[in-house]
């Protein structure tokens, strides 16, 4: 049953690249990386021997915990790659509950990825165990880790498969990724903002907690290596115990649950701001896309993505060695103005296989600018406001609240400037937004040096065509500010007109190339 | 005759395969017309093209005389689409999506709404109508895309597989709605691959197989004097073969 699902696993990742050189190569690589992190994992994490035996411990404790930490939530992020991980999909067959327990948790240590953790885990061994009971405990010791994150990742997937394969539970999912991105740049504002205390003493208090936590004790067990490490991994193979039959629980409820996610959901209200659209396409256009906005996971996080990066932005510009001036109140505005307007470099994506019935109905360049214009106007009924703070907290933390003015002026029309040479970039470069958003990728399979392009393309169009009115005022002639919105709307229409002359016989390409697969 | 719908030599191929090979697709106006083929016949393929969603590679598609590529403007405000595979604005309510196809087409809101309330009430959707289509059932998803597909009162209609997982209730809504629709002199164009419902509904058949028109004209020309699924079967040269191998499957062997 085992080496079926080993097998089946395998299959899975052999068939998924089946006929697709992109892919391929992709897989190529991801092995590459996979065997270079497995190998530089250990030597890295191996090379601890040469600190103090007191640090190389705390450094162990913290990296076991953080792998067991990454399994739980990575798979959560990406749920859905792999449909060994589902329990409904094997659920018609005539296993028993064990049976799919340990050929599900074989499946799952199959790969480049979970091979190479454990390789990675094994340089705990070698960093951290003295003599030969510390290295025989060390290999019990790094097993159960390994089999720790297995199951951990397991019992999670399984317990939430039901509320993961609802709407609503992806949804919230969706916009937890964010949550996953924000908390990696924790580390990078900490750093910024100057520690709190040295960093030795940080180590040790959070060696100190984290070590009684189950990878904690793992690595305590390895460093020990006496009775002490022993006690360690008997408690740490009751944990996983334990944690096993929790997830022989869960699986057990998953398969006789009644699959919830085609109970629908509740009514939304009907919306007051369209009375105050234009009428005809610009404001239905303008109508949807604000809805969406709202609405759609990939909406919502793109935004929010682009609040916390302008936030972050702010609060590094602003630090004690920071820019002084004006450039401190219009940098970050400008910035964020930036952040926010690369958004339009894929105008259609967010509408995907939908795009159809905006196609059927566009019958002219014109009717192409007017679906354009609608896209922007939704666009800076939340930016403008939006930047309008943006410039004023900027100012405030400046130190002159007078400079909000020329940071808001020319942040708008750095915004003018993004959505122009965006209706070009979409329409030159469209390609598909991945249904199921995840923290890894931005685009379907084999788009992705596409989606790359249109980025690249769009950050440097836009500096380019924005520096005429960013840089005097960034230099400090903040009166320049006063041309920076007129500037930013002829931009913005000459990209619409560019777009429509370009797009409008490209409309079934760019149809096809935001209706794909993901 | 007037042909509401006229292609010549419609041509269409991904890298090797030809997926359309020179379809001349003729429809009357006024008629109810069915387009069936077995699965891969190029059904989809020909509707997206006629209905300007895909660049065919050569080719003639005319709809009421107008050239659909080179004269969009007089077409795409006459014709009414419903694609294959519920393509639809997911994040919207029912209600708005039909008012998002009203705008975009440039009716007065006013007008708009009108229309959406009637529509609802003749497709029984007034209880889920501020509910998310990503919400929406099949049948559900179906009756709100003929809805809005319907609303800007095009001359034709075509639709792919429009009956494809429908409930018998909602396709018995869905087949008086476009009843109606055509007595009063309009096009509906259809693909499908279930012959007693073409059989039921349709004054004109065209078969393709293959890439292919292989048989078009009014329905008891097409089908003679058998059942439309026989004469189906016999066009696109597949019968029998039913009884050889598949000696375990029954009652007479054990499950293994």
Avoid at chain 1, 251 to 275: E, H, T, Y
Avoid at chain 2, 41 to 57: E, F, Q, V
């Amino acid at each position: 049953m085992t080496t079926l699902f080993v097998r089946l696993k395998l299959r899975l990742i052999l068939g998924n690249l089946r006929g697709d050189l992109i892919k391929q190569v992709g897989f190529a690589f991801s092995l590459l990386a996979a065997l270079a992190f497995a190998l530089g994992g250990f030597v890295l994490f191996s090379l601890l021997r040469l600190a103090s035996p007191d640090v190389a411990l705390n450094v162990g404790i913290v990296v076991f915990t953080l792998f067991a930490l990454g399994w739980a939530v990575i798979p959560l992020v990406i749920f859905g790659v792999d449909e060994t991980l589902d329990p409904s999909r094997l659920a018609l067959f005539p296993l028993t509950t064990r049976q799919l327990a340990v050929g599900m948790s074989a499946a799952s240590a199959t790969g480049p990825w979970p091979l190479a953790s454990l390789v990675i885990l094994a340089g705990g061994v070698a960093a951290l165990a003295d003599g030969v009971g510390g290295v025989l405990i060390g290999l019990v010791a790094v097993v159960l880790q390994f089999a720790l994150c297995l199951v951990t990742s397991r019992v999670l997937t399984t317990a939430l498969s039901g509320a993961l394969r609802s709407r609503r539970g992806r949804d919230v999912l969706a916009v937890a990724a964010v949550g996953v991105l924000l908390l990696s740049q924790l580390p990078n504002l900490l750093l910024n903002r100057g520690l709190p205390g040295d960093p030795e003493a940080l180590l040790s208090s959070a060696g100190a907690v984290l070590r009684w936590t189950p990878p904690g004790l793992a690595a305590h067990a390895i460093a020990d290596g006496g009775l002490v490490g022993v006690a360690d991994v008997v408690v740490l193979a009751g944990v996983v115990a334990l944690l096993a039959w929790l997830w022989i629980v869960a699986l057990r409820r998953a398969l006789v649950m009644p699959d919830v996610s085609n109970q629908g959901g509740g009514s939304v209200r009907r919306s007051w701001i369209d009375r105050f659209l234009p009428q005809g396409m610009l404001g239905g256009v303008a109508a949807k896309e604000l809805k969406y906005a709202r609405r759609e996971p990939r909406g919502r996080v793109t935004w929010f993505t682009a609040i916390v990066v302008s936030g972050i932005i702010m609060f590094t510009l602003s630090g004690d060695n920071g820019p002084v001036g004006l450039f401190s109140a219009a940098g970050p505005a400008c910035l964020a103005a930036l952040m926010i307007g690369i958004q339009a470099c894929n105008s259609f994506g967010i509408d995907g296989r939908s795009l159809w019935m905006n196609a059927v109905a566009i019958s002219s360049e014109r009717d192409l600018r007017t679906d354009l214009a609608g896209r922007h106007l939704a666009m800076a009924v939340i930016a403008v406001p939006l930047l309008g703070v943006i410039s004023v907290v900027a100012a405030l933390l400046a130190g002159n609240a007078a400079w909000a003015v020329p940071a808001a002026l020319t942040a708008w029309g750095v915004l003018g400037v993004a959505l122009g040479v965006g209706a070009v970039i979409s329409v030159v470069l469209p390609y598909t937004l991945p249904e199921r958003l995840n923290a890894f990728s931005g685009a379907a399979p084999g788009q992705g040096p596409l989606a790359f392009g249109s980025a690249f393309a769009g950050f440097s169009a836009t500096s380019a065509a924005a520096l005429p009115i960013v840089l005097p005022v960034l230099l400090g002639y903040g009166w320049v500010g006063v041309l920076a919105v007129p500037y930013g709307l002829a931009v913005a229409w000459a990209g619409r007109r560019l777009a429509g002359l370009v797009g409008f016989a490209r409309l079934p390409s760019i149809l096809a190339a935001v209706s794909r697969a993901t | 005759m007037v042909e509401a719908v006229r292609t010549q030599g419609l041509y269409k191929r991904f890298g090797q395969q030809v997926a359309v090979g020179g379809v001349d697709l003729i429809v009357p106006k006024g008629s109810f017309a069915g387009l069936v083929g077995p699965n891969g016949a190029g059904k989809t393929t020909t509707l997206s093209m006629i209905t300007g969603l895909l660049l065919p590679d050569g080719g003639l598609i005319e709809i009421n005389g107008h050239n659909v590529w080179a004269d969009p403007v007089s077409v795409k405000a006459h014709i009414g689409v419903l694609p294959e595979g519920l393509r639809l604005f997911e994040r919207l309510s029912g209600r708005e999506l039909l008012l998002y196809s009203g705008r975009l087409r440039g009716i007065p809101l006013e007008e708009t709404s009108r229309r959406a309330d009637e529509l609802l009430r003749v497709m029984d959707l007034v209880e889920s109508q501020d509910k998310l289509v990503i919400d929406y059932s099949t049948g559900m998803r179906k009756k709100i895309g003929l809805a809005s597909a319907l609303l800007h009162n095009p001359g034709v209609l075509f639709l792919d597989e429009p009956f494809e997982g429908v409930d018998p209730v909602s396709a018995n809504t869905l087949t008086d709605v476009l009843r109606r629709y055509t007595e009063s002199g309009s096009t509906v164009i259809f693909s499908s691959h279930v012959m007693d419902l073409v059989e039921r509904l349709c004054d004109w058949v065209s078969v393709m197989s293959r890439g292919h028109i292989v048989a078009q004209g009014p329905l008891a020309e097409v089908r003679g004097d058998q059942t439309l699924n026989e004469a189906f079967l016999d066009l696109v040269g597949a019968r029998g073969s039913g009884d050889e191998g598949l000696s375990w499957l029954g009652s007479s062997g054990g499950p293994r």
